[in-house]
């Protein structure tokens, strides 16, 4: 839980809730509402409480469309679904005014959004690159939750601890980067870098099942 009175986020997401549940899609409605919650814990005090409750909620049908209804590029579609999904874009003004530019944020922003499996370190890794890219960073959550699909289609949404895929997802509203080219290489790097973290927990977990095998070997060799 990120900090924050806890009545007054309670209070401010049934604000949220009652809106989404009148602007969400119909035939996304219980699914919005299922996953709103979950994002909404991780939003700090200057998002979640500090903006209008419009802006937060239309954040969160972003953040839900960009989960649950936006199929990654073909080249992005490591290992299956979720792939590494990763958009970098600027919002027009009319869109950044709708989630917070210039209520408490700039008008101008740059946003990435991230979907993967979840990995240790994802969110640690690219709040380094961003700094050592010297990009400022604004704001930026890192909900994890579970999901479940039938013909790749996301039909549920629940807590870390409950059953389901454990999926991961980011989203950072930078300073604005103007340049096509720069947003454009950004995107490539993010992906080549949460590549290279999945990457990593694989051949980790690889390691330690091996180890796990040659002790269990031992033990039935030395009669444990």
């Given at each position: 839980?990120?900090?924050?009175?806890?009545?007054?986020?309670?209070?401010?997401?049934?604000?949220?809730?009652?809106?989404?549940?009148?602007?969400?899609?119909?035939?996304?409605?219980?699914l919005v509402l299922s996953f709103a919650p979950l994002v909404f814990e991780d939003m700090p005090p200057s998002?979640?409480?500090?903006?209008?409750?419009?802006?937060?909620?239309?954040?969160?049908?972003?953040?839900?469309?960009?989960?649950?209804?936006?199929?990654?590029?073909?080249?992005?579609?490591?290992?299956?679904?979720?792939?590494?999904?990763?958009?970098?874009?600027?919002?027009?003004?009319?869109?950044?005014?709708?989630?917070?530019?210039?209520?408490?944020?700039?008008?101008?922003?740059?946003?990435?959004?991230?979907?993967?499996?979840?990995?240790?370190?994802?969110?640690?890794?690219?709040?380094?690159?961003?700094?050592?890219s010297g990009v400022r960073v604004y704001s930026a959550i890192h909900p994890m939750f579970t999901v479940r699909?039938?013909?790749?289609?996301?039909?549920?949404?629940?807590?870390?601890?409950?059953?389901?895929?454990?999926?991961?997802?980011?989203?950072?509203?930078?300073e604005a980067l103007e340049s096509k080219d720069r947003r454009r290489r950004m995107e490539h790097e993010v992906?080549?870098?949460?590549?290279?973290?999945?990457?990593?927990?694989?051949?980790?977990?690889?390691?330690?099942?091996?180890?796990?095998?040659?002790?269990?070997?031992?033990?039935?060799?030395?009669?444990?």
């Open positions: 839980m990120v900090p924050g009175d806890p009545q007054q986020r309670a209070a401010r997401l049934a604000e949220v809730m009652e809106i989404l549940g009148r602007e969400a899609p119909a035939e996304d409605r219980d998002v979640a409480l500090e903006l209008p409750p419009s802006a937060v909620a239309t954040r969160l049908l972003s953040h839900f469309r960009f989960v649950a209804r936006e199929m990654p590029p073909s080249h992005q579609l490591y290992r299956g679904l979720p792939g590494i999904h990763v958009a970098v874009w600027n919002p027009g003004d009319e869109r950044a005014r709708s989630i917070g530019g210039g209520s408490g944020l700039p008008l101008d922003t740059t946003i990435v959004q991230t979907h993967t499996p979840d990995r240790p370190f994802i969110f640690d890794s690219l709040k380094n690159y961003f700094q050592r699909r039938q013909w790749e289609r996301i039909v549920s949404f629940g807590g870390v601890h409950e059953e389901g895929s454990r999926e991961s997802y980011t989203f950072f509203q930078l992906f080549s870098l949460l590549k290279a973290v999945s990457v990593s927990y694989t051949h980790l977990r690889a390691h330690e099942t091996a180890m796990n095998i040659s002790y269990a070997v031992f033990c039935v060799k030395r009669g444990g």
